[in-house]
């Protein structure tokens, strides 16, 4: 595929990604901060928040298991999770992480262990959609091209 | 970090204090991107350690030909702090900045990501320069601007010069408070009129002459806020 068409594709799909509220401004402030200098900023930052993501849902799946369920860690961890998907634009995680915070509040098991799945559930969509992002990133660098910026949504 | 020159306009170091990796990370970029000088540390005991460290140089300078600007590099112009960390909070790192006669005058921004108006204005009362929510944006990060640049004012005016610098520091507290007429819904904005009115600002920094004109300054801003 040619550069032009690759870089089309790429917009396409991010302009979906906000459009269907996976990924809010924050992303386009992440883009906005990766140049010549920090060309990975974006995928590094991503990265650390895929292995901080995955331990804290493990850990939150841990602390839903216990006999004598501590709400506090839960709310705990889930407040860590919504600060670093929120850091990252990943909007869909942090709002789920919200309705997560407010079934610990209410300290219904049930109502948490559902908000774990939810959270599970649109934690691994983002992951999808975005590794497919960098991938198109990836094939558009490979051709030559540069990575275009969408900047209706910062 | 180089020998920065005699140039007036030797970096900035700020301090950024976050226990998340990923916001750490995001903050040293946003300070990086507009040219400061960062370090970055993941508690407030880190902080503390770090600010007590280069204060020390700071206060106990080499002899031979060290040049005013390493002290400027080595030492902190700006604390930039989340609230919510583990052990000790930004508040009690505020809190204790402010208590010590060092560091007092370290400019300290608070984070968070949760919008509790009754924590914005504790930390504000405590001597924060600003509240950023979090997630920080550049748009934020370029307000730090004018925090850093009255400090380097103030340091450059030295100890002879002090009381016209208070002054100084006094006008643009009252012309601060002025605005905050104009900029009321704005809850980011450090609320100035609480700090006109608490004589606990006033502590024991200011000569006589000085805590009049403080004093009068008040009395105009009272008048203003209440007629204004």
Known sequence: MEVGQLQRSFLEYIAALFREGFLDGQFSQLQLLQDESNPDFVVEVVSLFFEDSERLLNDLTKALDQQNVDFIKIDAHVHQLKGSSSSIGAQRVKNACI?????????????CLRCLQEVKQEYLLAKT????????EQQIVAAGGAIPILDEFS | MGMAAA?????????AVDDSLIDRKLIERLLKTSSYQVTTVDSGCKALEF????????SNPTETSVSPNIHQELGVNLVITDYCMPGMTG????????QSSYLRNI???IMSSEHVPSRINRCLEEGAEEFFLKPVRLSDVNKLKPHLMRTKFKNIMGNQE????KEE?????????????????NAMRKSSDHEGLSLDGLRQKYSGFTVITLLLSLVFSLCFLIFG
């Open chain 1, 99 to 111: 309705t997560f915070r407010n079934c610990c509040d209410e300290r219904n098991i049930e109502a």
């Open chain 2, 169 to 185: 520091e006094t006008g643009i507290r009252t012309q601060k408070q002025q605005n905050v007429g104009l900029n009321k819904s």
């Open chain 2, 51 to 58: 600010l007590g460290w280069s204060e020390e140089e700071r």
């Open chain 2, 162 to 165: 002090r009381e016209e610098s």
């Open chain 2, 7 to 15: 140039a007036s306009e030797s970096r900035f170091h700020v301090l």
């Open chain 2, 107 to 109: 400019p300290v921004v």
């Open chain 1, 129 to 136: 959609k975005l590794e497919a992002l960098f991938r198109l």
């Open chain 2, 91 to 98: 508040y009690d790192l505020l809190k204790k900045m402010k």
